[in-house]
Every structure is written in C-alpha cells, then in structure tokens.
C-alpha cells in the first residue's frame, strides 16, 4: 500500500507561481509510474506532467514551458513547480503513483489562478 500526502497549493494571481509537493510512504518499490493531473468539475481528469517509462519528464502542451515537474527519489516525493501560471490552470492538482497493476492518488490540493 502507498500513501501520498500532497501540499502546496493555493491562491495566486495570474502570472504568478506555486510550487506543488507529494510525498509517498509505504512501499513504492514497485512503483513505476510518476506524475500530476489535474481536475475541473464536470470535466476528466487530464494529465499535466509526467515521467514516461523512461524516466524523462513528459507535459501536457498546455503547460509545457511553464511547469516542471521534478523527484527526490531519497524523499520519495516528487514537486510540480508551476510559473506563469494562467486563470485556466485553476484546477484540483492530484499527483499519482502507480504501476500495471495498482494506482495511487493523492487527496488533491486546490490552485486558484485569479485573473
């Protein structure tokens, strides 16, 4: 079982920047998958950034250029550093851990870009 525990979201203005935080306990061993989605009410839940099978960070176009998403493996945690930041990135932010056979999800934290 994993648990991830996530922080760092908030309210900002437009152009502005926030850096997200999620932090995984229990056994990650096999954990081969790494990334942040994000979510809207009334609308799926879309892929912001990842690593892909290789280890190389992958984005949505929508972001590209304007977040980073990072790992400290000694911490177990991986970060959303997220700048330029737009009202339509405004969203439930939820990082995920998984691999073939299991999924984990953080409890989702808010970012609110104001315009």
């Known amino acids: 079982q994993v648990q991830l525990v996530e922080s760092g979201g908030g309210l900002v203005q437009t152009g502005g920047s926030l850096r997200l935080s999620c932090a995984a306990s229990?056994?990650?061993?096999?954990?081969?998958?790494l990334g942040w989605y994000r979510q809207v009410p009334g609308k799926q839940r879309e892929l912001v950034a990842r690593?892909?099978?290789?280890?190389?960070?992958d984005y949505a176009y929508a972001v590209k250029g304007r977040f980073t998403i990072s790992r400290d493996s000694a911490r177990n945690t991986i970060y959303l550093q997220m700048n330029s930041l737009k009202p339509e990135d405004s969203a439930t932010y939820y990082c995920?851990?998984?691999?073939?056979?299991?999924?984990?999800w953080g409890q989702g934290t808010q970012v609110t870009v104001s315009s």
């Open positions: 229990g056994n990650i061993f096999h954990i081969n998958a």
């Open positions: 995920h851990f998984g691999n073939v056979r299991d999924d984990y």
């Open positions: 690593f892909n099978p290789g280890g190389i960070p």
